[in-house]
Structures are given as structure tokens and as C-alpha cells.
């Protein structure tokens, strides 16, 4: 194959390798990886020995056995019109299928890959000249290139594969042109090129490696085009007459239709088979690149919290209600589990017995660094845990109803107009396809079941009240054409726009820059004084939790470590995961002192290095 | 045909004057964006220097066109007698064991298929360090920044946030660089990690005697990090100066409004801050 | 908007233009001595030469092309080396012949992957995994294969439909249903495996998006959810992989034509291939380029109404 190896170094090498030897199990591990597997080297190794195999010469006609039916003595597939042994042909014919497919996937891969590598590292004309030109090749239907092409070439199929190979680079080029954009902005490129590394050690060792596991995948897919394209060619009469082919095998049986019916499932089975074997190589190739990146990475939330998962445990809500009893609090968490399936069956808990309480109009803020818990306790209130997450324990009120044992249909209606959400990202949390003004009348539309007029009326006042300057421009404006501070305003708009008793913001104005913090802060206390809303706020940032909360409770690793009054929590902490989180914190920390002149330490600035550079180290080493 | 630099210039490190940094349009009538308008800016050695900014006000942009990586149109950087601006790409190889970086998101700024010992050692085998020699220092180089010897033989994705920027500090700390700039390196860190790698970065500072350009949109980081500090508004550095009075008392009034806007960390002052800051917000 | 449109169809044109010019030379320079093959073995050297001039072959590459280029321009291909049949005429008889096959073969593939992939993506279970198999069984027979065994099944062995021919629709509506439901039936199902499950997986990625979860969050109903965010969002990626479809079943029609003997343009190039005939085959090439990089160019507009961001770029 073309892809150049980063030979220059062994050890690099080697590490590209490590890894990789992990998707190979993975892809042997997974049946339809290791089945494609095997049928493609079954089916090369009999085209490779047909000769030895078949058990007649292909060729030979035998005018006595027309038609035979398999099973027939010594024909085990029977034979064709002309009296040909059916095994014989078939097994005979997948050489030239296979020269065939490999002519395609070779050729398209040297210049989809060459040129895609080039136009991507590299930009400038010629990534213009080579996107035109594949642009060009995409727009030709490739059969009727190639049947038009007969008249020129002839039956010659190794020459019409190549053609094919011209025709589908385009595919490859553009996959290894946009995986090399993309590869070419990442870090740590940029940190290679600041470590000296050359472009050509950039492109071995960074680029080539992210890009080849896609390249295998789509070479597999290619193959398969490839050999249907050909026995289609073929079947259509434009083969090569000399040798046996499947495409040829089927026209054969197409004409002899009517007299010979099962002639027709040889070769299609064998083509079926061969075509399928790479569509499922390559989708498992797929699959164990996805997995091995998905390592640590949490999974992606889906749209449905599937009701099936949520298993309550029984009696474990009754035994403990102390919150309900003294009737006051709008929300009531007892005792919440959320955890996530993992593959060996045990289920990872993320939120462990949580408790906590909401009043009417109070404001609490729940914090904890990373993965304790926070976000996902949010989304339990909200009812809107991704589909593999299970409400492994626990129990919800909301007023006093219970929020988990409810139907989805009445959940629904809570949604905005009794329980609001405000989430971190602003940008990926509109629609781009729609402008901001739809998507803050649609809630209110379904919610209130305001008229157009009305709710469009009521969508440019909230956009006036969380400050956006121009509330009609911003109403028609696309997601893309506001700016990340105006953004998180308009789901401020949208959150509060059915008036919600409790608002759940998860981490509000991490996203933001710190002035524009100040001014959602500043629109959050007031929107809260105003209405009297209660809130959940989840942060990590206790300068937040000082601003805005009058209650606190601090998290880690799915359990609450201590919860206060705000006041008293900074005043006094007692839990010293709490007194380390406050001990990191930076602010109102004394400043750094200047830098004193004895204190740089003096070393000598060298413009030519002419030191062999392993001295260089030695010296520099004992600094 | 080495020769020292001469006491009066070690003063400074790095002399970055009037760089502009503009980026052609994107479409027919957008204009190009000036994302650098003529920024100055030193650094001595062993200093740090705090370049802190909102985003797109080119804190960022100005840590890259050092680095080579932003296409400088106008203005000169100085490092030691050399000018940066206009050094093709084999003459800024060179420059690989001067200057180095730690990039803000430590998922993205270590190659997920390298062994941790093999993106240390690439910097130096790149700089034609024999192999085994590299081996060597990247051991070393784990210790310096708290890790294991055996990490080496994983992959980035074994390690938590801070594990993976301390992998990246000792990637910079490979080649021995005078300068490091850091781009938001801490930013991306939970609360109690970030307090840790930042005392990493300063007690490295103290040892090896390293300058730091370090870019962050928290004050609280910068303030705690830096010597000086520069703060940088639409693409220009407004305010230049010792940490203590940029960030304890600043002159410019968007430094004033950056200082009130972050939330301090307890109920009292922070009501006064914000007081403050409404009250300034009307002037 | 109108900047937009003029930049496509400018760059569509554009792309005609090289694709003519790409496929005149390769099927004119490289065909040998045209006028010996027309004229058989029989001829003597006088009259290939004479028939050489007659047709223009005589003339350089370049001129042949720009008078080829020229005519084109005014609607005329020329006429057929071996029928004499002006080719424009030839090549509009069929033109709808094979237009009315594959655009109905388009439009039921649109509406059954749409439907199969947002149920897969939504619903999950058996529809799901019904989508998944055909993804890979579907893609991996022939259609020609599958066309032939329709024919086994539902004209032979159960004469439903007629095996073969093609009926005008002007002359019997349902003749012409009957005539092309096989026909159609191949080539729809060998295009359902390949969209499905690709609408099915950009389904899933929207629903993953956090737009959705803030959309539920405000009470949305899970209908308008789908049927207007998802759908809209998940449609670029869908509108690319069915204009592929449409370019494959557009050089498809060749061997779908030949097995139906449905007198279309895929036909009328094999035929004309299989005679040397030039003319027609670089008409049938051209027309069909034509089609696709119209169809592509409706698809880049309908692209920039569902997303706006590729409006304004």
C-alpha cells in the first residue's frame, strides 16, 4: 500500500503500533469483524488455488450435461447452458474479481491519499486545483463513465478497475482532506511544530496515524463498490469473454432463465457474501476505533430517559420523609442514586444518597469539582438524564408530588412552566437551524397556550428584561449571528419565559467571560428577587456560591460532604474536603512579589549553539 | 562563535514591539481582522509575566506569534539578538530548546495515540538526542513534574486533567527552554488541582530559573503567578506593570471593571464588590 | 441569497464545461482509427480517409472539440455514426424514459429512509435492527441480482408484472405503474440500505445534541421535537448521502434498463458503446452530468434553506 510508514523513527513506530494492536483484538473480538475477516480470506485463498481446486477445467464443455441441476454426479452446483461445471467457474472466477478490486482500492488510495495529504497540510492552490477536480469526478455517474470508456479500452479489466480507482478517489481524497484540517489544528500539532519537529515528521507521525484507521474503513467499503461495479459491468456484457467471471456467470444464467433458474444464486450468493464480508470489516474496524476513543470520555446524552430503566427501590421513599412532613419545601431530594450501567453489570454510581431540600423563593447552590455528581444530580430534578442513566434509589418531590412515579406525559407539563433549566454551554445549547425568536414562542406556545401574537409579545419583553439591546434584532437573528454573553441571555429568556417556581441552572456563566458573568449574575439575582423563584444553582466557582446563594451544599464524589447556610459555610467549614476546595481559591490571595534582580538567575545566552547539544543538556541539567 | 549577551541586554528576554497580528476576510465583505493593533511587550529572564484579557482580545494570539504559530504582518519580536518575525520554518526549529509552550486544554494538546514516554522524548530526538540518552531524561522529567517513572509506558487517556497538564509542562521542560508560554494552562483544572500546578509552575520557576509568559483570562491566576502583569483589551495591552498594582490597584478603568466583575469567595466582600462595581458601571 | 445561487450555478456550469471537455478527449484521442472501425475491414484507405473528412476526424483534437462545444451550445449533438439519427432527438425520447424510473426510485427511497431512520433512531427495537441488517445485505447483493430474482419471483414464477418493456405513461398510466414497479422495486431497495441507516445515525447524533435537552426542558413535545428540530438538522447530512444515491441510480440505469429492456438513456449507451458510436455516447454522458450537477445544485439551495449558517458562508 501507499502510506508512507514514519520509518525515520522505530520508537515512534512502535508506540503508533501499541496501541493500535488493542483496535486488532477488538476487531477479532467482534464476530462480524472476525467472520469478514475469515470469508475474505477464505474466498482469496480459493481463488488463489482454483486451479487446484475446481474440479473441471472451466472451459470444458461438456454438450451431454446442459443445465444440470446441483448436486448432479461429480457437478456438486450443476452446470450451465454450455454444460460448464458451475464450481469449476465460480471458484475460477474470483481471481479476476479479486485483481479487479485491488487495482481499485490501490490506485484510488495512492491518489486520494497523496493528494488529500497534500491539500490538506499544505492549503494554497493546489488544495483548490484538487477540490475542483474532485469535485468534478464526484458529479460523473461512474458506471456510465465506464461503459462509455468501453469503446476506448475494450474488455480489459484490470484498465477499467484502474479507471474505477480514478473515479473514487475523490471520496478518499476529501475524507484524508478534512481529517487533516482537522488534525492539523489540533494542540498538539501545534505543540510538535513548537518542539522542532519537521512538517514531514509532523505528517508520519501526527497526521498519518489519526488518519488511517478512516482510510482503512473507507478502503474496505471501496473494495466492495468495486466488486460490484465490476460484476455489474460484466453482466451487462462488457467483461472480459475470456475468462470466467461472476458478473459474466450471472448474465449467463440470466439468459437461461427460464430453463435454469437456480443458476442465478452462485454467483450473486458469492458476490453477496464477498461485498458484505468488507461492509462488515469495515464497520467493525469503525466500531473499535469508536470504543477505544470513547475510553474515560462520558457517554453522550440521548434523548429519551428510557421509564424502563428507573427502578426504584420500594420502601426506601416511605422509611424516610422527613421534608415532606414539615410541608414547607418546593423540592425535595431523599436519598438519590443515579448510576450508569457498566458492561460487567455492577452500576457505577454517579449521585449516591443525595439529600437536599428547596424552599420557595431560596436560592441553593450545589458545588463540587468535576464528576461529583452535580451536573447529573440537576438532571435527575429535571427529569432529563441521559437514556442509559438509572434512578437507581432515591425519590423526588416537587410540591409534595412524586416527581420519579410520574407519568412522562404530566412530567412534560412541569417542564418550563414549574421546573426551568439553564445550561453552561450557550452556543450548543440553541438550535442553529432556527431563529432565537421560534425557539422562545414554541415553549410558551405548548406551554401556555398562547396565540403567535402573544407569545411573541411576551419573548421581545423577556428579551428586553435579561438586557439585550435590540430585542427585534436579536428575536431574528440565527444562534450563529449572536455572541456567547447574548446567547446565554436568550436561554435566560427562554428558561423563565413560562414562569417557572424553580430554576436549575447548571453552571450558568462557566462559559462566560468574567464581566459578562457579573451582568447574568446581577440579571439572575434580579429575576429571582422579582419573582421569587427558588433556584438550584450548580457550580464549581465559590465566588458564584458567595454572589448569589443563601444555601449551600458541597459535593464529592456523588455524596453531599457538608451543607450550611452560605454564610455560615464560609464563616466556619467544617468537612475539610470543603476547607481545601475554600483553600484553593485564589482570590483575595496576596499578589506575587516582583522579580528581584538576584533572584534571576543569570545564565548564559547562546545565539550559535555550537556545543554538541547531549553537553548542552549535561550542563544545562545541573542548573 | 558563541558569545554571551551583554549584561545590559540579559535584562531582557524577549522584546515583542508593535506586532500586529491580521487574519485575511473570510467572505467577500468582511473586513480582515486585526486581531494584534501594535502590541509591546518584554520580558526578562526568570520572569513571570501575566498576559490577562477576555476572550478575543488577543491575549492568546500574541503567545502564539512568539511561538510562530500566528502570522505576524508588522512589528518586530526580539529573543536575545534574534528576531522572531519572519524566521522560516527550519530556522524556527532551532529555536525548539529556547522557547517551548503548554497549551490550555490538556485533552487536545497530547496526541491520544503516543505513549506519555514517546511525546517527552519527541522534542528530544527531534533535537537529535540519541535515544537512549532521551530515555533517561524523560524519566527524569516525570519526576520533575510529580509523576511516576512507570507513566511513561501509558497512554494520555490513563490520566485525570491535571496528571495530563503535568505531562505537557514536562514535554516544555524537555528541551531546558528559557522561555514557556503558557496558554491558559490551569483553566481548564478543577479548583484543588489548579492551585497544585500552579505551585508546580512556580517551583519549577524557582529551579530552573525559566520565564513563564503566562495567558489567562482569571486575574486570580495571574496575580498569583505573575511578576507582571499585562492586560490586554481588544488587541491592544492596556495596562503594563507590576503584579501588585495592576491587579491590586489598576490605573485603566477596563482593568477596574475586570477586577470587580470576578466574585470573591465570601458573602460579605462580595456584596461590597458588587456595590462597587454597580456603582461604577453607572459613571 | 442571490449571491449564492449565481455563485452554484456558475460553478455548475463550470464543471460542464471541464467534463466535456475531459471526456471529448479521452473518448476521441484514444478510440484508434475511428473511420476504419465505422467502415469495417472491407474498406479501402480512400474511402476511410474520405469518411475521416466526412466526419470531421481529420481536423485536430481541439477543433473537433470546439465545434463539437459549439453545436452542443445550440442543442445539437450531431448524428449518429452508424443510424444517421440526429442524437438530440435520440437522446430526449429516452431522456424520460429513464428520468421517470429513477426520479419515482428517488422519491420512495427519501420516504422510506426517512421513515425507517428516525423510527430506528427514535424507537430503537426491531426496526432498528431491521435497518442495520438491510444496511449490510441490502448494499451488499447487486441490485441487478435482486432485479433478476424479482423478475424469477413476481413475473416468472407469479406473473404479477411483466418481465420485461416499458410502457409510455401517456398511453396507459397503469401499464406504466406495472412496467416500472420492478424495475423501481430493485433499485429502491438497494438505495434504502445505503440512506436509512445513514439518516438513522445523523438522527441519533441530533438527538444527542444539547439543544434537544433544552428544548425538552422547556416542555416541548417530543413530536415537535423530531419532526421539526431533529429532522431539520439531521437533513444535511441526509440531502448529501441521497444525491450520491441519485448519481449512482442515474449511471445504475444502465444495467437496470438492459435486464428490463427499458428504452432509456442507460441503454441507448451501452448499445451505442457496444457499435463504437461516439456521438451518442458523449451525448449520454453530457445529459446525465447535466442532470446530476442540476440535482446537486438544487440540493446545495435546499442545503442553505434548512441551515443557515451555510446561507451566509
Redesign the interface.
Do not use: W, Y
Given at each position: 500500500m501507499s502510506i508512507p510508514a514514519p520509518e525515520h523513527n522505530p520508537q515512534l513506530l512502535a508506540a503508533a503500533i501499541a496501541p493500535r494492536e488493542g483496535v486488532l483484538k477488538k476487531i477479532l473480538r467482534d464476530p462480524f469483524g472476525s467472520g469478514g475477516i475469515v470469508v475474505i480470506v477464505v474466498i482469496v485463498l480459493l481463488s488463489v488455488f482454483a486451479k487446484l481446486l475446481a474440479p473441471f477445467d472451466p472451459a470444458y464443455v461438456d454438450i451431454q450435461a446442459t443445465n444440470m441441476p446441483p448436486f448432479t454426479d461429480g457437478h456438486p452446483l450443476g452446470t450451465d447452458a454450455s454444460g460448464r461445471d458451475v464450481l469449476s467457474r465460480l471458484l475460477v472466477a474470483g481471481q479476476l474479481t479479486l485483481i479487479g478490486a485491488a487495482v481499485t482500492v490501490v490506485i484510488s488510495l495512492v491518489i486520494g491519499v497523496v493528494t488529500g495529504l497534500v491539500a490538506g497540510y499544505f492549503a494554497g492552490p493546489f488544495d483548490h486545483a484538487a477540490s475542483w477536480t474532485a469535485d468534478m469526478l464526484m458529479v460523473l455517474p461512474s458506471k456510465i463513465v465506464l461503459v462509455a470508456l468501453f469503446a476506448v479500452i475494450g474488455p480489459n479489466t484490470v484498465v477499467t478497475m484502474a479507471v474505477l480507482g480514478v473515479m473514487v478517489s475523490p471520496g478518499i481524497f476529501r475524507l484524508v482532506r478534512s481529517l487533516v484540517i482537522g488534525v492539523k489544528n489540533e494542540l498538539y500539532v501545534d505543540a510538535a511544530r513548537v518542539a522542532g519537529l519537521s512538517s514531514r515528521a509532523i505528517i508520519g507521525r501526527h497526521i498519518l496515524y489519526t488518519v488511517r484507521a478512516p482510510i482503512i474503513i473507507q478502503a474496505a467499503f471501496i473494495a466492495g463498490i468495486a466488486v460490484l461495479i465490476q460484476a455489474g459491468l460484466e453482466f451487462i456484457g462488457l467483461g472480459d469473454p475470456s475468462t470466467p467471471t461472476w458478473g459474466g456467470m450471472l448474465q449467463e444464467a440470466f439468459l437461461a432463465m427460464y430453463k435454469a433458474p437456480w443458476l442465478i444464486l452462485w454467483p450473486g450468493l458469492m458476490i453477496g457474501l464477498f461485498v458484505s464480508a468488507f461492509i462488515l470489516l469495515g464497520n467493525a474496524v469503525r466500531d473499535a476505533m469508536e470504543d477505544s476513543a470513547k475510553v474515560k470520555v462520558p457517554k453522550k446524552d440521548r434523548l429519551r430517559t428510557s421509564t424502563m430503566a428507573v427502578t426504584v427501590q420500594p420502601g426506601r421513599r416511605a422509611a424516610n420523609t422527613p421534608a415532606i412532613a414539615s410541608g414547607s419545601a418546593l423540592l425535595v431530594v431523599d436519598s438519590l442514586v443515579v448510576g450508569y450501567p457498566l458492561p460487567d453489570g455492577e452500576l457505577k454510581r454517579v449521585v449516591d444518597g443525595v439529600s437536599l431540600s428547596v424552599n420557595e423563593g431560596e436560592v441553593l447552590g450545589l458545588v463540587g469539582e468535576s464528576g461529583s455528581g452535580k451536573t447529573q444530580t440537576a438532571f435527575a430534578i429535571l427529569g432529563l438524564l441521559p437514556e442509559e442513566a438509572q434512578i437507581a434509589g432515591g425519590a423526588l418531590f416537587f410540591r409534595g408530588e412524586d416527581l420519579i412515579g410520574m407519568p412522562e406525559k404530566a412530567r412534560v407539563k412541569l417542564r418550563g412552566k414549574s421546573i426551568a433549566y439553564i445550561p453552561q454551554e450557550p452556543m450548543s445549547n440553541l438550535d442553529p437551524a432556527f431563529r432565537v425568536g421560534f425557539q422562545l414562542v414554541e415553549p410558551m406556545r405548548a406551554q401556555l397556550g398562547l396565540s403567535k401574537s402573544e407569545a411573541t409579545k411576551q419573548a421581545l419583553e423577556l428579551l428586553a428584561r435579561v438586557g439585550i439591546p435590540d430585542p427585534k434584532r436579536t428575536f431574528d437573528a440565527y444562534p450563529h449571528q449572536i455572541s456567547g454573553g447574548m446567547a446565554q441571555r436568550v436561554l435566560i429568556a427562554g428558561a423563565i419565559s413560562c414562569n417557572p417556581d424553580l430554576l436549575i441552572a447548571d453552571e450558568p456563566t462557566t462559559a462566560l467571560d468574567v464581566t459578562v458573568q457579573a451582568e447574568i449574575l446581577d440579571i439572575l439575582r434580579g429575576l429571582q428577587k422579582e419573582r421569587n423563584m427558588a433556584m438550584v444553582l450548580v457550580t464549581h466557582n465559590f465566588g458564584v456560591v458567595a454572589d448569589l446563594c443563601d444555601t449551600v451544599a458541597v459535593m464529592q464524589l456523588g455524596r453531599i460532604v457538608e451543607q450550611n447556610s452560605t454564610a455560615a459555610l464560609f464563616a466556619a467549614p467544617v468537612h475539610p474536603y470543603t476547607k481545601m476546595l475554600l483553600d484553593s481559591t485564589l482570590e483575595g490571595t496576596p499578589a506575587r512579589a516582583p522579580l528581584r534582580r538576584a533572584e534571576s538567575p543569570v545564565r548564559v545566552i547562546t545565539t550559535e549553539d555550537d556545543r554538541p547539544r547531549e553537553e548542552a543538556l549535561n550542563v544545562s541539567r545541573s542548573v | 562563535?558563541?558569545?554571551?549577551?551583554s549584561e545590559s541586554l540579559?535584562d531582557t528576554?524577549l522584546d515583542a514591539r508593535d506586532v500586529e497580528v491580521t487574519y485575511p476576510s473570510r467572505?467577500?465583505r468582511t473586513p480582515p481582522f486585526r486581531a494584534l493593533k501594535g502590541v509591546s511587550l518584554d520580558i526578562?529572564?526568570?520572569?513571570?509575566v501575566g498576559l490577562v484579557g477576555?476572550?478575543g482580545s488577543g491575549k492568546t494570539t500574541l503567545g502564539r506569534a512568539i511561538?510562530?504559530?500566528a502570522p505576524v504582518s508588522s512589528g518586530s519580536i526580539r529573543y536575545?539578538?534574534?528576531e522572531l518575525v519572519g524566521l522560516d520554518?527550519?530556522a524556527r526549529?532551532?529555536?525548539?530548546?529556547e522557547?517551548?509552550?503548554v497549551?490550555?486544554?490538556p485533552y487536545?494538546?497530547?496526541?491520544?495515540?503516543?505513549?506519555v514516554?514517546?511525546v517527552l522524548?519527541?522534542?528530544l530526538?527531534?533535537?537529535?538526542?540519541?535515544?537512549s540518552?532521551a530515555a533517561d531524561?524523560v524519566e527524569?522529567l516525570l519526576g520533575q513534574v510529580g509523576l511516576p517513572a512507570d507513566a511513561g509506558r501509558r497512554?494520555p487517556?490513563?490520566f485525570s486533567?491535571g496528571q495530563r497538564q503535568r505531562i505537557?509542562i514536562a514535554?516544555a521542560l524537555?528541551?531546558?527552554p528559557?522561555l514557556i508560554v503558557c496558554d491558559e494552562p490551569v483553566s481548564a483544572l478543577?479548583?484543588?488541582?489548579?492551585?497544585r500546578v500552579?505551585d508546580l509552575f512556580?517551583e519549577i520557576q524557582d529551579r530552573?530559573?525559566v520565564a513563564y509568559l503566562f495567558v489567562s483570562?482569571?486575574?486570580?491566576?495571574v496575580?498569583?503567578?505573575?511578576?507582571?502583569v499585562a492586560v490586554m483589551y481588544h488587541g491592544e495591552i492596556v495596562e503594563y506593570g507590576?503584579?501588585?498594582q495592576v491587579?491590586?490597584d489598576p490605573r485603566h478603568p477596563y482593568t477596574k471593571?475586570?477586577l470587580?466583575?470576578?466574585?470573591?469567595?465570601?458573602?460579605?466582600?462580595?456584596r461590597q464588590r458588587?456595590v462597587e462595581?454597580?456603582r461604577l458601571a453607572l459613571l | 441569497m442571490v449571491a449564492f445561487i449565481i455563485r452554484r450555478v456558475l460553478t455548475g456550469l463550470l464543471l460542464i464545461v471541464a467534463i466535456s471537455f475531459v471526456s471529448f478527449v479521452l473518448i476521441y484521442s484514444t478510440g484508434g482509427d475511428i473511420a476504419r472501425h465505422i467502415l469495417g475491414p472491407e474498406a479501402d484507405n480512400a474511402q476511410v480517409a474520405a469518411k475521416s473528412a466526412q466526419l470531421g476526424l481529420d481536423q485536430p483534437l481541439l477543433s473537433q472539440y470546439f465545434l463539437w462545444f459549439t453545436n452542443m451550445l445550440g442543442g445539437d449533438f450531431g448524428r449518429s455514426w452508424f443510424t444517421a439519427e440526429p442524437v438530440t432527438a435520440a437522446i430526449t425520447s429516452r431522456l424520460s424514459v429513464t428520468l421517470s424510473v429513477v426520479i419515482v426510485s428517488l422519491v420512495l427511497v427519501t420516504i422510506l429512509s426517512v421513515v425507517l431512520g428516525v423510527v430506528a433512531a427514535v424507537r430503537r427495537g426491531w426496526v432498528d435492527r431491521l435497518v442495520q441488517i438491510l444496511s449490510v445485505v441490502g448494499v451488499a447483493l447487486p441490485n441487478f441480482w435482486v432485479a433478476v430474482v424479482l423478475v424469477l419471483m413476481f413475473a416468472i414464477a407469479i406473473p404479477l408484472f411483466p418481465a420485461t418493456g416499458f410502457v409510455q405513461p401517456q398511453d396507459s398510466v397503469g401499464g406504466w405503474l406495472l412496467s416500472i414497479a420492478l424495475p423501481v422495486t430493485a433499485i429502491t431497495i438497494g438505495g434504502i440500505a445505503g440512506t436509512a441507516q445513514l439518516i438513522r445515525g445523523s438522527v441519533i447524533d441530533v438527538l444527542r445534541q444539547d439543544y434537544v435537552r433544552t428544548l425538552r426542558s422547556r416542555g416541548v413535545p417530543s413530536r415537535s421535537i423530531i419532526y421539526r428540530h431533529v429532522l431539520r438538522n439531521a437533513a444535511p447530512p441526509a440531502l448529501i448521502v441521497l444525491s450520491l444515491q441519485f448519481i449512482g441510480m442515474i449511471g445504475g440505469a444502465v444495467v437496470i434498463e438492459k435486464i428490463f429492456a427499458i428504452p432509456g438513456l442507460g441503454l441507448l449507451a451501452l448499445n451505442a458503446t457496444l457499435r463504437g458510436d461516439i456521438p451518442i455516447v458523449m451525448a449520454v454522458v453530457m445529459t446525465m452530468a447535466a442532470i446530476v450537477v442540476t440535482v446537486n445544485l438544487i440540493i446545495d439551495l435546499v442545503n442553505g434553506w434548512v441551515s443557515p449558517k451555510v446561507r451566509v458562508q
Open positions: - | 562563535m558563541s558569545h554571551a549577551v540579559s528576554l467572505g467577500f526578562k529572564p526568570g520572569e513571570t477576555e476572550s511561538l510562530g504559530l536575545g539578538d534574534r520554518r527550519a526549529r532551532g529555536l525548539a530548546h522557547i517551548q509552550v497549551f490550555q486544554d487536545t494538546s497530547l496526541n491520544p495515540a503516543m505513549l514516554a514517546d522524548s519527541e522534542p530526538v527531534a533535537q537529535g538526542v540519541a535515544k540518552e531524561r527524569m497512554l487517556r490513563e486533567g505537557a514535554r524537555a528541551l531546558e528559557r478543577d479548583l484543588s488541582t489548579q492551585a500552579l512556580i530552573t530559573g483570562h482569571d486575574l486570580s491566576v496575580r498569583h503567578i505573575s511578576h507582571r507590576d503584579c501588585e491587579t491590586g471593571k475586570l470587580m466583575a470576578a466574585p470573591v469567595p465570601d458573602p460579605e466582600m462580595q458588587r462595581r454597580q | -
